[in-house]
Nanobody, 121 residues
Framework: QVQLVESGGGLVQPGGSLRLSCAAS????????MGWYRQAPGEEREFVAR???????NYAGSVKGRFTISGDNTKRTVDLQLNSLKPEDTAVYYC???????????????WGQGTQVTVSS
């Protein structure tokens, strides 16, 4: 069983910072990419950032220059540093990973349970 567990959300004032972390647990699997999505109330879930196992990163235009994604292949973790936060960044942030179980050798998408980020004065 593979699980993604997030931590680090909370309430922060506009202009502030937060760091989100996600760890993949389980056994006998490989990770291709890890990343973050977010979903604001009444909105569709949207892509935020991703990092591949080789270190290539991609960001949504709305967060580029403010958010930084980093990963540790050995620890199977991915972090998202959120700086210069705006009220419109308020959302539930979900960790996402493309994982291949060595029992099936098939790539599948996995999601964490989500962590709330609220930006408000």
């Amino acid at each position: 069983q593979v699980q993604l567990v997030e931590s680090g959300g909370g309430l922060v004032q506009p202009g502030g910072s937060l760091r989100l972390s996600c760890a993949a647990s389980g056994s006998s699997f490989d990770i291709n990419t890890m990343g973050w999505y977010r979903q604001a109330p009444g909105e569709e879930r949207e892509f935020v950032a991703r990092i591949t196992s080789s270190g290539t990163t991609n960001y949504a235009g709305s967060v580029k220059g403010r958010f930084t994604i980093s990963g540790d292949n050995t620890k199977r973790t991915v972090d998202l540093q959120l700086n210069s936060l705006k009220p419109e960044d308020t959302a539930v942030y979900y960790c996402n990973a493309l994982i291949r179980r060595r029992t099936t050798w098939l790539w599948s998408e996995y999601w964490g349970q989500g962590t709330q980020v609220t930006v408000s004065s």
